[in-house]
């Protein structure tokens, strides 16, 4: 069944057309790898799932549900299914590990205080930070930013998470956590869409894999038939674009 749904999205910026036919679907438990040089678009279509732009044409279906015409009140529901984990982890500088990650729980659950600290640390452990939770985020590696930003991104058990270029710029401890952090919520039946260059990322986690080109999804397959075939158009795109 498709959680995911987008239908004839198009979009530009003043005269410059981003987006001309943008059509997929993600299935229940899948991860699509978005793929697509800088600028293609991938942002702006993670955006528009939870309606931080309007395409100007096209349907977007979550969980079955249009949300093109949902206005911001209608979208808070929206996005506490949909979670968008930001490139940096977005966290809040003047709160430590612990503050950042209540704050969802405050906002969206109706946890008590001491629910919420038993949440935080389920989740630090999961994530191999524990013992973190007064830093403030400036005292963080890189690495640890992000995976602090994935967990607050998760804490409110989304049914959809959105990466984008969740391991661009890790070293490789912190690329393969977060690669075993995404099977993790896979094998919880989570859906997700991750965008990325690291193909060896892609590979690892995705089913399936989506290439958008000149504002069309050019290629959609599973990952499986991508490694197979080596004149796959996303094969194609990879070597061009590593060389
Ligand atoms: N708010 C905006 N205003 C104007 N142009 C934008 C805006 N957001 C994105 N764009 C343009 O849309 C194109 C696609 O952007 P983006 O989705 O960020 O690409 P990608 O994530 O694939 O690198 C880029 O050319 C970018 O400059
Ligand atoms: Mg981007």
């Keep these: 069944m498709a959680i995911i749904e987008v239908n004839n999205f198009s979009k530009k910026f003043g005269n410059k057309i981003v987006h001309k036919n943008i059509e997929f679907q993600v299935n229940k438990g899948e991860c699509l790898g978005l793929l697509g040089g800088s600028g293609a ?10 309606g931080l732009e309007k395409p100007d044409t096209g349907s977007i279906k ?13 979208l808070i529901e929206i996005r506490k299914k949909v979670a968008y984990v930001f490139q940096n982890g977005a966290l809040f500088d003047s709160m ?41 985020p400036s005292e963080l590696s890189g690495g640890m930013q992000k995976r602090v930003g994935l967990a607050r991104s998760i804490i409110i ?17 912190n ?27 892609a590979f690892a986690v995705c089913d399936r894999l989506a290439l958008v080109q000149e504002g069309k999804v050019t290629c959609i397959d599973t990952v499986q038939n991508v490694k197979k075939d080596e004149n796959n158009i996303i094969n194609q795109f990879i070597k061009g674009y590593y060389v």
């Design 41 to 50: 678009g991938k942002s702006v279509i993670l955006r528009s799932l939870i």
């Design 175 to 201: 690329t393969i956590k977060i690669q075993e952090t995404i099977l993790k919520l896979k094998e919880k039946g989570m859906t997700s869409i991750f965008v990325t260059h690291d193909m060896p990322s």
């Design 96 to 136: 430590n590990v612990f503050d950042n990650l209540a704050y969802p729980l405050k906002e969206h659950t109706k946890l008590n205080q001491q629910q919420i600290s038993d949440e935080i640390s389920k989740i630090l452990i999961e994530f191999g930070l524990d013992g973190n939770e007064h830093i403030f």
């Design 157 to 173: 058990n989304p049914h959809i998470v959105l990466f984008d270029e969740p391991t661009a710029g890790l070293d490789p401890f």
């Design 62 to 74: 979550i969980e079955g549900e249009e949300i093109v015409y949902k206005t911001e009140k209608e």
